[in-house]
């Protein structure tokens, strides 16, 4: 892990600017491409790691190419396990409001249903509305150490059922055009995963809640209490003094933390059109305080429904 000092080398501490107390820097006078030098990329993650969730103004030079072209830099390009990449790229998912499933409205970490999830997003604003937009981000960690010792020593032993496969109806305000696209392309493989509910980050050391709307339930516990024991630590992964907001321009970049980190993509900009496009970069398997890992139970697939002639 690369020191202060050595940060300050590469980056300028007056370049990284705090968005908020606990989590969230922009990054200023950096030209993001995958011509970098290795130390300014390390410099970078380093910054990553510290803040969780970091951002860069007027990168409107990246496009699709460039922008795997960085984000391959802090590793492995990974598609969308369902939804897969957009034509001509490793790993790109485009977001677009105006098609299915293009309003990420929940509370959430990245595809939290398979196993080895992605430990880092890169996040390009494409077409951004005049108003309205935002994306809010959460300190998973700072949420950890922040529940009572009690609540701790709870969470420590509770592990949770994630899948692509929830009640879509109930947790998200749908189109027709969402549900559609949940029902056909979202959940075309199903996926359980059972993940602790505390896992140790690999790079840090830290313990952060691995929670988010993709749970389904929680092992060995009637749903009715679990659904009171998930309200009640995500109200501390989401309590307002925990967050950080992100007011996008076209051309700006923000990459996360998914190892520390849930977003919530802010549905408040009507019918205005709003596209990012998001690469992600391949993860490990969680690993629990007591050392056992995270364990895919289900993966199938939806039968084709025959298309009437």
Do not use: C
């Not at 190419?65 to 830099?73: D, G, L, N, P, T």
């Not at 398979?114 to 509305?129: F, M, N, Q, T, W």
């Not at 981000?137 to 700072?142: D, E, G, K, L």
């Not at 659904?227 to 992100?246: C, G, M, Y």
């Amino acid at each position: 892990m690369m020191s202060s000092i050595a940060i300050d080398n590469v980056i300028p501490r007056a370049d990284i600017v705090k968005r908020a107390a606990r989590l969230g820097a922009e990054i200023k006078n950096v030209r993001l491409s995958g011509d970098l030098s290795d130390e300014v990329v390390r410099a970078i993650n380093q910054v990553l790691l510290e803040h969780k969730v970091i951002f860069f103004r007027d990168q409107g030079h990246l496009d699709d190419a460039e922008q795997e072209r960085f984000a391959v830099r802090l590793g492995k390009l990974v598609p969308h396990p369902t939804v897969g990449a957009i034509k001509g790229t490793s790993s790109i998912l485009e977001l677009d409001s105006g098609r299915g499933g293009g309003r990420a409205d929940q509370w959430h970490t990245d595809v939290t249903f398979v196993d080895a999830y992605p430990k880092i997003s890169v996040l390009r604003g494409v077409e951004i509305p005049p108003y309205g937009g935002d994306t809010i981000w959460s300190n998973t960690a700072a949420a950890y150490l922040n529940l009572p010792a009690p609540l701790q020593r709870l969470a420590d032993e509770l592990w949770a059922v994630h899948s692509n496969a929830y009640d879509y109806a109930v947790k998200a305000r749908a189109t027709e055009a969402d549900r559609k696209h949940f029902d056909e392309v979202f959940t075309g493989t199903v996926y359980e995963t059972e993940h602790p509910v505390v896992r140790v980050h690999p790079e840090t050391g830290e313990r952060t809640l691995v929670l988010g709307n993709f749970v389904q339930r929680f092992v060995g516990l009637p749903k009715y209490d679990g659904q009171k024991l998930f309200d009640l630590f995500q109200s501390h992964i989401t309590a307002p003094e925990n967050t950080v907001r992100w007011n996008w321009n076209t051309g700006d970049v923000a990459i996360w933390d998914n190892r520390a980190t849930q977003h919530y993509a802010v549905n408040d900009y009507g019918d205005q059109h709003r596209v990012v496009r998001r690469a992600t970069i391949d993860g490990d398997v969680p690993v629990s305080i007591d050392g056992r890992h995270s364990v895919t139970r289900v993966k199938t697939s939806k039968p084709q429904t025959a298309k009437a002639a």
